[in-house]
């Protein structure tokens, strides 16, 4: 059996002298650290490599004019996030496996071998080739089985941002994990340069509370929603410098459609597996919604620093398996049958009576949930809990980030007087205009600066601030 060693020597890739590369560039903070850190030896075709969220590269080696590459399908130990690991299947020891990147006009021979218990393919997903490398068990190829290695060659046709994954018992094997990026970069270079270049793919896994291996059966009910199978604050930053112009390649191979956000910098909808777009197609958007089995390239040019959000819009997506499900406390006075739980559970701690927000603090606060299993809210931020998890990350702009250095600067360092700020914490505070809550005393004119009578939760949500 080749272990991971072997396969890296294979590659033309010497372990100890990759372990120095990468230790000499996280020290020195250069550009190669980008490279160093992914695995990805630096390219001769003058195309910018992609940064993987939370990923590497899959190293290659030219044989007769042919890039040759090796894929291994096999069961791994996986972390979403710290407190929370499940026995996972992907490729090369991680999920999503390894990004392949190659550039239009090549010839790529791929090796898959299959280390899992049952057969496996690969289908390379929006990339034209012959019909008898794509990949479908038994229409197209028979099955890797157990221990078997099978190899798909062809020329790429195209240039644009693909993924691979199984097309033989997918529900399962995609549930677990299985799934990569595929980037073809164009043989012509690209007429708008980008200076950061960002992948990742969309996923969910079901990994009920307390267990250690998704559940295969689950068709919409997720209780994890991950960026490159990670959920934050595990999910790495986008970071890069004001002035630069930044790609994001997203890919959904999830159960859902996801309607990424990012705030502050509009950006332009630029192209999909099909290729960048002509910039006659392009469109400025806040929002993007992709679809199942879609891939998306986003792009802006960042004008303001500062820390900002980029997150699915779906409230649930950004949210861990603890909120999911769950009962709703809201307007209900659990003081009486706290203490009766307490007596039976020592550290119970009801929640929900003015909403959930206080479950970050009380994460915060150590609170433990069911073993292996990660809270509705996570994330510490300079000013307190984010209370997000799920699909959500932070693009940190910064005036001063060095071209090429992708090393999370830390928070951001407000100018003085620029953060939103208390001016009162009177709730009586000024004379806003307000409506009439369906059900309550009409207030008199001379009330105006007063609040409107007391009003049940549903009526308060319903109306307020209408």
């Known amino acids: 059996m080749t272990t991971r060693r072997e396969l890296l020597q294979w590659m033309g890739v010497g372990g100890a002298g990759l372990l120095a590369a990468t230790q000499t560039a996280r020290a020195q903070g250069t550009p190669d650290a980008v490279h160093a850190e992914t695995n990805a030896p630096r390219p001769m075709q003058g195309y910018r490599p992609v940064r993987t969220l939370n990923g590497w590269t899959l190293p290659h080696r030219m ?17 979403f996030a710290p407190g929370c690991r499940a026995t996972c ?79 033989a018992d997918e529900m399962t094997q995609m549930a677990f994990g299985m799934m990569g990026l595929f980037i073809i970069h164009p043989r012509a270079g690209e007429e708008v340069a980008v200076d950061r270049d960002y992948a990742f793919l969309l996923h969910n896994y079901a990994l009920h509370p307390g267990t250690y291996r998704p559940d295969p059966s689950i068709m919409q009910d997720f209780d994890l929603w991950t960026f490159n199978s990670k959920v934050y604050p595990a999910i790495d930053p986008i970071v890069m410098r004001t002035g630069e112009r930044l790609r994001l390649r997203i890919g959904n ?11 502050s910098n509009p950006f332009w909808v630029t192209g999909s597996d099909a290729g ?8 400025r958007e806040v929002t993007e919604i992709i679809g199942v089995g879609q891939m998306r390239d986003l792009e802006f040019v960042a004008t303001e620093p500062g ?21 709703n406390p809201t307007g209900v006075d659990q003081g009486g049958v706290e203490e009766k739980i307490r007596a039976l559970l020592p550290g119970y701690m009801a929640m929900g009576r003015d909403g959930m927000s206080e479950h970050a603090g009380h994460v915060a606060m150590g609170m433990k949930g069911p073993e292996n299993t990660l809270p509705m809210m996570a994330g510490e931020g300079q000013f307190g809990p984010i209370e997000m998890g799920g699909m959500f990350t932070v693009v940190k702009v910064r005036n001063d980030q060095p071209p090429g250095d992708y090393r999370d600067p830390g928070w951001y360092r407000y100018p003085k007087g620029s953060v939103a700020q208390r001016v009162s914490s009177d709730p009586q505070f000024g004379k806003p205009h307000r409506r009439t809550p369906y059900g309550a005393a009409k207030p008199r004119p001379s009330d105006d600066a007063v609040p409107a009578p007391a009003m049940d939760h549903a009526q308060h949500g319903k109306h307020h601030g209408g």
């Open 63 to 79: 044989n007769g004019g042919v890039k040759e590459f090796h894929l291994v399908a096999e069961e791994i130990e996986h972390e």
């Open 89 to 167: 299947w992907g490729y090369n020891g991680t999920t999503p496996g390894p990004t392949i990147e190659a550039v239009e006009g090549d010839r790529v021979r791929l090796y898959v071998t299959n280390r899992l218990r049952e057969p496996t393919t690969v289908h390379w997903h929006g990339i034209d080739l012959p019909n008898g490398m794509d990949g479908i068990a038994g229409l197209n190829q028979p099955r890797i089985q157990p221990g078997e290695t099978y190899v798909y060659e062809y020329t790429l046709k195209q240039h644009g941002t693909h993924m691979y994954h199984p097309h």
């Open 253 to 263: 191979l999830s159960m859902w459609n996801h309607p990424i956000h990012m705030h």
């Open 307 to 327: 820390d900002w959000a980029l997150h699915c819009h779906m409230a649930h997506h950004t949210m861990g398996p603890m909120g999911h499900g769950v009962p």
């Open 276 to 283: 960048r777009w002509p910039r006659s197609q392009w469109r």
